[in-house]
C-alpha cells in the first residue's frame, strides 16, 4: 500500500536555527499537506501545497512540493521554543483517497 | 470560535463498557472525519462522512465502532464493548468541498480503558 516516509525522526534544535525535515512517497501525489501537533492536541494544519513545484511560506515555515511529485520539504528559519512539537507531512495520489500520513518528526529544544 | 470541537476530552473507562464521542465540525464543512491516533504514530483514518452520508469505512474500524451524522452537522463515534486496545487519542476533522483536501482537526478526545 501508500508509505510516506518522513525523516528525520526527531531532530535537537537550538533556538535561531533554521530545520529541515523531508517526506517522501513510493508513487505521485497530487497534495501534500504539513501539520503541527502539540502534546495532547489535534493536529494544527500549517501549509497545503497542490503544484509541483509550488514554494509556499506561511510566515518562518516554507514548504515545497518536489518537482517530482514524490517528495515535500519543510522548513523552519530561526527557530523559537513555541516550534517545540511534531510535524507530520500527509497527502494523498489523488482526491479519491484518503490522506495518508507520515510518522512524525519530532522537533525538541536542546537545554 | 469556529473551529472543530470534540467532546469529552477525556474519557477514562472500564474494559467491557460502552463509550460516545462527539465531534462539531466547522459550520459550513460538509465532510467529517474521525481519525485514531497511538503514541508515536500519525493518524489512522476510520470512517468520514459527506453532509449524512457515510462514505468510507477504514478495515481497521471492527464491528464494535459505529459512526453517524444524522443531520450532516455534528457526529457521534461509539465504541461497543471497548478493550484496552482501544486506548487511543480519537481525533475528528472536517474539510469543504468535493475533495479529501485541507482538513482541520479538532483537539482530540484520549480514551482510556482500563
Known amino acids: ?111 | 470560535d469556529t473551529g472543530v470541537s470534540q467532546d469529552p476530552r477525556h474519557k477514562i473507562t472500564k474494559r467491557g463498557q460502552n463509550v460516545t464521542f462527539r465531534c462539531d465540525p466547522i459550520s459550513e464543512h460538509n465532510r467529517l472525519y474521525w481519525y485514531r491516533q497511538t503514541l508515536g504514530q500519525g493518524p489512522e483514518f476510520l470512517t468520514y462522512f459527506q453532509n449524512e452520508a457515510q462514505l468510507e469505512k477504514s478495515r481497521l474500524l471492527s464491528d464494535r465502532f459505529s459512526a453517524e451524522r444524522p443531520k450532516g452537522s455534528f457526529s457521534t463515534l461509539e465504541i461497543q464493548r471497548t478493550e484496552q486496545g482501544d486506548s487511543a487519542m480519537y481525533l475528528c476533522a472536517s474539510s469543504f468541498g468535493q475533495a479529501n483536501y485541507e482538513q482541520y482537526f479538532g483537539p482530540g478526545t484520549r480514551l482510556t480503558v482500563t
Open chain 1, 1 to 111: 500500500g501508500q508509505q510516506l516516509n518522513q525523516s528525520p525522526q526527531s531532530m535537537f534544535i537550538q533556538e535561531g536555527e533554521d530545520v529541515s525535515m523531508n517526506c517522501t512517497s513510493s508513487s505521485i501525489f497530487n497534495t501534500w499537506l504539513w501539520y503541527k501537533q502539540d502534546p495532547g492536541e489535534g493536529p494544527v494544519l500549517l501549509i497545503a501545497l497542490y503544484k509541483a513545484g509550488e514554494l509556499t511560506s506561511n510566515g518562518r515555515l516554507t514548504a515545497q512540493f518536489g518537482i517530482t511529485r514524490k517528495d515535500s520539504f519543510l522548513n523552519i528559519s530561526a527557530s523559537i521554543p513555541s516550534d517545540v512539537g511534531i510535524y507530520f507531512c500527509a497527502g494523498h495520489p489523488n482526491s479519491n483517497y484518503q490522506l495518508i500520513w507520515g510518522a512524525g518528526t519530532k522537533l525538541i529544544i536542546k537545554p
